[in-house]
C-alpha cells in the first residue's frame, strides 16, 4: 500500500511540473495572448528618450496645466519642495535661466505638495521670484508617474514631449544653463 502512495504523490508532482513548464514556456493563457509591442512598452516612461508621462495639474495661479500644452517648445520640469536645501541653492538659477529664455522655453516647476505644506511653497516661489508656473502636486500622483525619489529632480523634455535628458539632485547654474543650450540647440 505505501508503495502505491509513493507512485501517487511521485505521479501528482510530476504532472503538477509538466502542467507548470507547459504554461510558463510553450502554450496556455499566457501564450495564446498577443505579444506586447516593446515600442510601446516605453512609450510613456519617466526615461531618456521616452514620451514624458502627461499629467493634469492646478498651479499656484489657479490655471489647471497639462504637459500636453507645451507641446512644440523645450520644457524643463523641475521637482522640488520648499523643505529641501538642495531645492533652495537650485532655485535661483532657475529663476535666472527663464528670465532669459522665457521666449525659446518653458519651465514648470512641480511642487511635491502631498510632502510638503502648501503655505511654506507659496513663501519658497514668492522669495524666489518664480516668473514661470508652479504646479501643485497635491496627491503626489505625479510625482509617482515620474518616479521621483530624490529631489531636486529635474526632465528635459524636447519639443515633441520626449525626455532627452534627467538629473538626480540639484543642478548648478552651469550645468542648468549648459544642459538648457543643449536642449534649444538639438530639440529646440
Known amino acids: 500500500m505505501n508503495k502505491v502512495k509513493t507512485w501517487l504523490v511521485l505521479i501528482l508532482v510530476a504532472g503538477t511540473a509538466a502542467f507548470a513548464l507547459y504554461h510558463a514556456f510553450a502554450g496556455g493563457e499566457a501564450a495564446a495572448r498577443p505579444r506586447a509591442n516593446p515600442a510601446a512598452a516605453l512609450k510613456e516612461a519617466p526615461e531618456i528618450d521616452a ?3 502627461g499629467f493634469n495639474l492646478h498651479g499656484m495661479d489657479g490655471r489647471s496645466y497639462t504637459l500636453s500644452q507645451f507641446k512644440g517648445k523645450p520644457v524643463i520640469l523641475n521637482f522640488w519642495a520648499s523643505w529641501c536645501g538642495p531645492c533652495q541653492d537650485e532655485a535661483p538659477s532657475l529663476a535666472r535661466l527663464y528670465a532669459r529664455h ?3 522655453l518653458q519651465i514648470l516647476a512641480v511642487n511635491l505638495t502631498a510632502a510638503d505644506n502648501e503655505s511654506d511653497a507659496r513663501k519658497f516661489v514668492k522669495d524666489h521670484g518664480f516668473a514661470f508656473p508652479v504646479l501643485l502636486d497635491e496627491d503626489g500622483k505625479t510625482g509617482r508617474r515620474y518616479r521621483i525619489r530624490p529631489i531636486p529632480t529635474t526632465f528635459f523634455i524636447d519639443a515633441r514631449g520626449v525626455i ?3 538629473v538626480l539632485g540639484a543642478l548648478s547654474a ?3 544653463n549648459n544642459r538648457a543650450e543643449q536642449l534649444l540647440k538639438t530639440h529646440g
Request: aromatic share 0%; no cysteine.
Open 174 to 176: 552651469e550645468a542648468l
Open 102 to 104: 522665457k521666449d525659446d
Open 164 to 166: 532627452v535628458d534627467g
Open 51 to 53: 514620451l514624458a508621462p
